[in-house]
């Protein structure tokens, strides 16, 4: 038997709740590996699924938790042994299938990648799937020419934004961070940002389809009509790469920027990543994210904490990355 953050629903009242219970192996799903979980993390998602309407949840009970660093245990594939390291992100892990919030977790071997050297558990998930997502949007920009002056990060407080905010400063590029918590400055200058914008500075909008150049690109984990504004703003052939949607899915945008300016638009999705990805993601991770600015972005948790803090991160109030060590 192992301790995890069990999501159940009542079934007359259709209300949900989340308590730290005892499972056994026979519980978890199908899958060739079984690893022992050390560290997950806390993501928006994850706050859906614990919250009393249970969000993003297709069955019960349910194991939150959309990424985990740990150790093999046992693998029915030749590419795994026990003893390994490895570390999950993606997949529908925490959603439709089991996740990290549990001492052991069973997946598809085709889930996982090994845990690049450089990297112990408890960094990967101070990276997890935010900071994954992070990097493969820098990645995204790079591909398609980050161009001169200063790359805008929006949301930069949050999980995808201070880690793209530390990965573009250490990569030597100017970062502009964009906050609507003026608290968060000295955060975000510490991680490398040269610049701090404010929220309204972007979120008003305008009837001008171009604006003055101002970014030589851009990761946005806000969308809708802050992406929209930014796009205008964008320097001649500068990309946006957008991975969120807390400012809606809907882009008031002017195809303007488009034809006048190639500027590129790149959606990232790190939920089906191709292995080679998300292992070129990994090293990268491992290679050009300095260590040392983890400790300012990171909250530590336990299982036990989650259910607060599952509605803390909803209602906006948790900042940087929730580290959850799932081993009691």
């Known amino acids: 038997m192992f301790n995890a953050l069990l999501?159940?629903?009542?079934?007359?009242?259709?209300?949900?709740?989340?308590?730290?219970?005892?499972?056994?192996?026979?519980?978890?799903?199908?899958?060739?590996?079984?690893?022992?979980?050390?560290?997950?993390?806390?993501?928006?998602?994850?706050?859906?699924?614990?919250?009393?309407?249970g969000g993003l949840v297709r069955n019960y009970?349910?194991?939150?938790?959309?990424?985990?660093?740990?150790?093999?245990?046992?693998?029915?594939?030749?590419?795994?042994?026990?003893?390994?390291?490895v570390v999950l992100t993606g997949w529908r892990v925490g959603e439709a299938h089991w996740g990290g919030y549990a001492e052991k977790a069973r997946v598809k071997a085709?889930?996982?990648?090994?845990?690049?050297?450089?990297l112990d558990t408890r960094q990967a998930m101070a990276v997890g799937t935010a900071g994954f997502t992070a990097m493969l949007a820098v990645m995204a920009l790079e591909d398609h020419g980050i161009k001169d002056g200063p790359v805008l990060v929006t949301g930069a407080s949050g999980g995808v934004g201070s880690v793209a905010t530390a990965i573009l400063a250490a990569l030597g590029h100017e970062v502009a961070g964009v906050t609507g918590r003026p608290d968060s400055a000295d955060y975000l200058k510490a991680l490398g940002a040269t610049e701090i914008v404010a929220r309204e500075d972007l979120a008003e909008t305008t009837k001008r389809p171009l604006e003055t150049e101002r970014w030589g690109g851009c990761v946005d984990a806000v969308g809708g009509a802050m992406l929209a504004r930014v796009l205008g703003q964008l320097k001649y052939g500068a990309s946006a790469?957008?991975?969120?949607?807390?400012?809606?899915?809907?882009?008031?945008?002017k195809v303007v920027p488009f034809l006048l300016r190639g500027v590129n638009l790149l959606g990232i999705d790190s939920v089906m990543q191709p292995y080679d990805n998300r292992l070129r993601a990994w090293e990268r991770i491992a290679k050009d994210l300095p260590m040392e600015k983890l400790d300012a972005m990171v909250q530590p948790a336990t299982l036990s904490d989650l259910p607060k803090l599952g509605a803390d991160i909803l209602n906006g109030q948790v900042r940087g990355r929730v580290v959850v060590d799932v081993r009691g």
């Open 7 to 53: 999501v159940e629903k009542d079934e007359e009242s259709g209300k949900t709740s989340a308590a730290v219970k005892q499972i056994s192996e026979d519980d978890l799903p199908e899958g060739e590996v079984t690893v022992a979980v050390e560290y997950s993390t806390l993501n928006y998602k994850d706050g859906l699924c614990i919250g009393p309407g």
């Open 110 to 118: 085709d889930w996982l990648v090994p845990l690049p050297e450089g």
């Open 241 to 253: 790469a957008a991975v969120g949607l807390a400012g809606g899915a809907d882009l008031p945008a």
């Open 61 to 85: 009970p349910h194991v939150p938790g959309i990424d985990f660093a740990g150790t093999v245990e046992s693998s029915s594939d030749d590419r795994y042994s026990a003893g390994d390291k």
